[in-house]
C-alpha cells in the first residue's frame, strides 16, 4: 500500500506541466497517478520518467479511477466549472489554479455544492500566501505588534504580455492576485474598486492601457492601491508596502548576490513568477498534499476564489467606467467562516 | 569691501534660526546682515557671535537699509505677501520659505508684480529640488534614458504632528512638497486632484485624519499618488518611485551604518527633516547665493509658488468632497516660460 | 513496489531529527525506513507519525536489513568512521553529515574504500554548496565573467556557543564549512593556513578565544580569510564578498521583510543555521535522493571530506602556534577526478 | 575689515584645485588670498574669478604676506617639510594634505618643531574622519553601546591607477588612509604590520602586484585588515566592517537613486573619490576654517601625521618581506595628549 497521495493533473500545458514536475521532483508523499489533457502526446510526454502514472485525453476517467485520491486542476480558468463538480461528487481533495471561475456566478455555484457537500475539499492556487514575506506581512497584521493595519500599497510589474492580453486581463488574470492578497493582509472583504488609467507605455499591445492604478477599499477602511504595469521590460516585480499606525512594512525588496561591475552595482531581476515564487509554489503544493493526506482542507477556499470573481467583475466595470464600482457578495457560508 | 552677499533674514523662529546659522557658518560668500523678528529678545538672541550684524523688529527697516543685498522671509506664511511686495519694490534678491503666499489669489498678485518687474528676484524654498536624489530623478526624467515617465508614487510620512495641525494643513504644509516634486519631475502642471481618506491611526489628535491618499493627474496624463502619513510614529521618511517605460527608479532609501545588534539587521531612521534634508537645504541656499551674487535667480519661481498654492486649493476641496477636483491656473507670464 | 529511496537515518540528535522530518515531510521519493540511535527512546519517538519506519539501537542491523536504499550519518563525528566502512562494504548511497570523519588519517582511509569499492557512495554534508547564493558565486566563477577570481573575505558568526566548546571547535566545527567554501568556489586546494588571534570579547566561555581571523591561501595564490566569531551575540549571520578582475561580488546579505518602527529600519537576523540553510538543507537532501535513485552520486564526496580533515589539522597547529602552516595531501585518487 | 579667514593654497594641481573652488564657492568665512604654484600659468589660471586673490610663484611670498591668515598645503608630499617649518614659524593655522611628510624622521620633525611653538597649528588631511557614516562609527566605538570593538576589515578600491603607480606607493598613498581610520576607530597606534600577497589582476600595471592585504594589530589586540586593491576596474569603494562585542557595524553601502532596468535592479558606482568623498572635504575644510577663526586646532594632528609615516614604514617592509613588522614609534609629546 503506498502512503503517497495519489494526484490526477488535469492539463498539461504550461502550469501543468510545472506541477507535475514540482509533484514528481520536489513534493513529499505525492506521487502523479495521471495526467489529463485534451492532446494525448501532450499528456504522454507529460508522465515520460514517471513510473505507474497514466496518460488519458479526457477528466472524467482520470476522476473515477481508484488509484487517483486527489486532483490538481490546471486547464484554462473556463474548464473549471465542470470539473471540479465532477471532482466535489467524487468528494476528493482539490488544488485548482486560480481562478476558480472566471465569473462570480459560476463561482457561487461552486461554493454552494461544496457547501453541500458540507466539508471544504477545495483550496485555490493564490500561492502568494504561501511566499514567505506575504505570511510575514501578514503575520505581523494578526500579530497587532505595530498596531491597526491602515494603508496598503502594491506593484505588480511584468516584463511583457501577449499579443491579444486585454485590458480586462490586465484585472482578471493579474491583478485578481493582489485582491486576493488585500484580503488576505486585512481578513477583510473588499468593497469598492476604482480604476485610474493615465499614461501609456509605447511598449503595450494594441489596445492596451498599460501601466494601471487600481484602488480598493476594505470593510474597515483599510485603502489599497495596486501599480498594474505588464510591459515593464525590465522584469519581474512584486512588492508590497503597508502603513500600519505603529511602523511601515516593505517585503518584495530585490535579493542577491549583490554585484559591482562596470561602474554599477546591483543584481538581477528575477525573469518571471516561475523564478519569483518558485519556492511559494512548492510550499503551495505541499500544505495541500499535507492537508489532504490528514483529510483536511486550508489555505485559500471556494469562497476566496469566489470573492475575488466578484472583486474582478466590479474591478472591470471601474477599469470601463471611470468610476468607483461597490463590489457586490451573497452571504458567506458558514462552512467559510473562521 | 565686502564681496560677500549681505542677507536679511525675516522671522527668527525655527526655519529663520535654522537658515541664520547656515548662511553663517556653512555658506560660501554670504553673511547675515540682520535679523528681523516682531521679538527684539529673539532677533538680538539670533545675531549672537555674527560680527556686524543688527537685530531689528521692522522688516521695512531692514529691506530700506543700505547694508542689505537680498532677503530671506522665514516668517509663517501669512506674513509673506506684505514683505514680497516690499523687496520687490526694492528689487533685491529674495529667498522666500514655502509657501509663497498662503493662497492662489494672493499668489497671483506676487506673480504680476515680479513680471511687472521684468525680471525674476524670486526663489521660493521647496528645498528638495536640492536633494541630490530628487535632482537625479529628475535628470533621469530629462535625459528620457528610460523612455517615458508613466507613474509616480509618494509617501511622506512624519513621526508626529502639533495639536492644531488640521486636515487642510496636511494639504497646505505636507503635500505642497509633493505637488512641487511632481511639477518638478513632469516639467508639467498638475490638472486634478483627488483625496481619498480610509481608515485612521488612533494616534492623530482629535479631529484630523491620518493617513490620506492624494491622487493627482498632470498635463500628458502621468499619474501620481502620496501618501502622507503624518503621526507614523516611526520617525521622518520621504520617499519615491517613479515607473518609466523601461525601468522603475526609486528615491529615499534608509541609509546607513547598517547595524546588527539585538537579533535585527538595519538603521536609524531620520527623526525629522532636518536631518533628512539638511544637505539640500545647504545647497538650497548656496545655490541661492551663488545666483543672486552673479545678478540671476533660479530654482523654483513665483509661478511655481502660485501653482502649487492653485494644487493646495484644488487639494483641499477634494479632500472635503471626495471628488476628482480640477485645478484652475491662470495662463503662464513670459517671464517664467523655458 | 514502492517507488521512493528507503532511508536509514543513524543518529536521532538535532542533526538526525531534522533530517528525519525534512525526509518524511519535505523531500519528494524518499521514505525513512528507520531509525537507529543508542538511545531507544529517542529512536521510537523519532519514527512517531511515519508509518513503515522502524526503530533500533544497532546500526548494523538497519543496514542489513532488505528495506533499506541508503543511509544518512547523522551521528556524532567520532562514529562516523565504522558505520561508513559497514555502509560501503553494503555498496548503498550514504549521505554522511560532516565532518567525514574527525582527523585527515580516518578520512583517508574512507576515500581509499570507496576508491577500492570503484564508484562515488559518499556525499559529504556540506550543504552550503546547495545554497542559492553560494552557487551562483560558484557559478560566476566558473564562467569568468567577471574575470579571474583574486580574494575571498568571509564572516561566519553565531550568537553564543555552548560550554566547552574550545579553540579547536572554532576551525573543526565552524571554519570547516569556509574551508570547503573555499575549495568550492576556487576549485582549488587550500595549501597554507595561518590563524590570527587578538582582543577576545568578554561573552565567551572561559579558555575559548573569539573572535578569530583564519587566514587561507589556494593553489593558484587566491588569498582567502575568515572572521569567526562564535559569540556574536546578535544572531546568526554567513557572508562572503569575492573580488574578481573586473568586479565584486557580496552574498549573504540581510532579508526582508523591512520594518520601519521605533526610529529604526531594518529586519530581523535569522537566529540560527537551520532558518538560515533550511532551503540548503532541502535541497541538499533532495539532490542526494535524486541522484541516489538514479544510481549516481555528486555533491561534495569522500575527498572533499578528507580534504577539508587535512584543513582543520593545519588550522589548530596553526592556532597554537601563530604560524603558517602547510596543508598536507595525499595524491587525488582517478574516482575523484573530474 | 574682512571677518573671513584669508587663505593662501599651495600647489594648484588637482587637489589645491579642489580645494581653491571649495573655498571660494562651498566654505563660510573663508576666501582665497592667494594661490601658490611653481608654474604661473597655473597659479594664474586658479585665482580666475576670484576676486582680490594673488597668484604668487614662490611660498615664502605668500606666507610673508600680511594679506594670509592661514595656509593650505597641497603640494606633493616630499615638498611638505619645508612649506609646514616656514608656516610654523609665521605660527598661523596650517591645513596640510596627506601625508604631513613621506617618512617618519621628517615627519618627527615637524612634531618637534611644533611641540617646540607650544601649540597646535596643523591639520593633517584625513578627511575621513569628515565622513558622516566614518564618525558614526567612531561615535559608536566611543559610546560603547555595541561594547568593545574587537575586529575591522576594510575594503579599498580604486578602478584603476596611473603608470608607474609602485607597490609602495599602495601603502604610502592609498592604505595610509586605513592606517589612519584604524586609529581613528580605536583611538589607539598600531603595533604591527603584515602584508599578504597573493593572485594579481591581470590588469594592474607592469611590476605592481594587486589586490593586496594588510594586516595590522593595535595595542590593546584589535585586529583589522584592509584589501587594497586598485585597479578592480568597477568604480571606487571605501568601506568598513567593525565586530563589536554586542553587534556588528557596517559602514560605506552603494547609495542611491536605485534604478530597475535590462534585468538588472541597482544603482551606480561612485567612480572616485571625489565624488565619494565630496560631503568629507567640505566638511573638513570648514571645520579647520571655523577653528582657525577660533584660534584653535582641532582634527588630525601632526601626531597623527607621523605615526601614521611610521605605519607606512612598517607597511612597506612588510610588504618586501611577507613578514609581521613591529611599528616603531617615539614617545607621543604633550601637546597630543588628550
Redesign the interface.
Known amino acids: 500500500m503506498?502512503?503517497?497521495l495519489r494526484v490526477a493533473v488535469i492539463g498539461a500545458g504550461r502550469m501543468g506541466m510545472d506541477h507535475i514536475l514540482r509533484?514528481?521532483?520536489?513534493?513529499?508523499?505525492?506521487?502523479v497517478a495521471a495526467v489529463v489533457d485534451i492532446d494525448p502526446t501532450r499528456a504522454r510526454a507529460a508522465i515520460a520518467g514517471i513510473?505507474?502514472a497514466s496518460a488519458v485525453t479526457d477528466a472524467g476517467e482520470a476522476l473515477g479511477s481508484a488509484d487517483v485520491d486527489a486532483v490538481l486542476i490546471a486547464t484554462p480558468g473556463f474548464l473549471h466549472e465542470d470539473i471540479l463538480h465532477q471532482a466535489l461528487a467524487r468528494d476528493i481533495p482539490i488544488l485548482c489554479e486560480k481562478p476558480l471561475t472566471p465569473d462570480p456566478a459560476s463561482a457561487w455555484k461552486v461554493v454552494q455544492a461544496e457547501e453541500k457537500l458540507g466539508r471544504r475539499r477545495i483550496q485555490v492556487g493564490f500561492m502568494r500566501r504561501y511566499d514567505a514575506?506575504y505570511a510575514?506581512?501578514a503575520g505581523?497584521v494578526r500579530s497587532r505588534e505595530?498596531?491597526?493595519?491602515?494603508?496598503l500599497?502594491h506593484?505588480h510589474?511584468n516584463a511583457a504580455t501577449p499579443a491579444g492580453f486585454t485590458n480586462e486581463m490586465l484585472i482578471n488574470d493579474s491583478v485578481v492576485h493582489e485582491f486576493d492578497a488585500v484580503r488576505f493582509f486585512t481578513g477583510e472583504e473588499i468593497t469598492a474598486v476604482q480604476v485610474?488609467i493615465?499614461?501609456?507605455?509605447?511598449?503595450s499591445p494594441v489596445g492596451q492601457r498599460d501601466?494601471q492604478?487600481v484602488?480598493m477599499?476594505t470593510e474597515?477602511?483599510?485603502?489599497a492601491?495596486v501599480?498594474i504595469?505588464v510591459n515593464?521590460?525590465?522584469?519581474y516585480?512584486v512588492s508590497a508596502?503597508a502603513?500600519f499606525?505603529?511602523?511601515?512594512?516593505?517585503?518584495?525588496?530585490?535579493?542577491?548576490?549583490?554585484?559591482?561591475?562596470?561602474?554599477?552595482?546591483?543584481?538581477?531581476?528575477a525573469?518571471g513568477f516561475e523564478q519569483r515564487f518558485s519556492?511559494a509554489y512548492d510550499a503551495e503544493v505541499?500544505a495541500w498534499v499535507?492537508a489532504s493526506l490528514a483529510g483536511t482542507a486550508e489555505g485559500p477556499s471556494a469562497w476566496d476564489g469566489y470573492a475575488t470573481a466578484a472583486c474582478c467583475a466590479a474591478g472591470v466595470e471601474a477599469q470601463r467606467t471611470g468610476q468607483r464600482v461597490p463590489v457586490a457578495l451573497n452571504g458567506k457560508p458558514a462552512l467559510y467562516l473562521s
Open positions: 503506498s502512503e503517497n509533484l514528481h521532483h520536489r513534493t513529499a508523499r505525492a506521487e513510473p505507474g514575506e510575514a506581512l505581523i505595530l498596531g491597526d493595519l491602515l494603508m500599497h506593484q510589474r485610474r493615465g499614461k501609456s507605455t509605447g511598449n501601466p492604478q484602488l477599499e474597515s477602511g483599510v485603502l492601491d501599480e504595469y515593464a521590460r525590465f522584469g516585480q508596502q502603513a499606525e505603529d511602523g511601515i512594512v516593505s517585503i518584495g525588496a530585490d535579493t542577491g548576490p549583490l554585484v559591482r561591475t562596470d561602474g554599477r552595482w546591483g543584481g538581477r531581476v525573469p519556492a505541499q499535507d
